[in-house]
């Protein structure tokens, strides 16, 4: 850790797993689509310096959202 920055990531991945639910059947049992693994954030390291203004961009679904909640501390 480099105590130049007021926030500091390395090597930080989150992956996510999904499973989609298909509609009821006639007979009203729920099929699930297989389970799908989704990388939010994959070995990603940045420095945060104070005074510094700092941008996350990326298009839509890059991980933008998760890693704010990363670096807030509302996601593990």
Known sequence: MNPAFVVEMEHVSKTFFTRHILQKDAAGTRKF???K????ARNLEFGIRRGEIFGLLGPNGAGKTT???MVSGLVR
């Open 33 to 35: 689509y297989e389970k």
């Open 37 to 40: 693994i989704v990388h939010a």
């Open 67 to 69: 890693v704010v909640k």
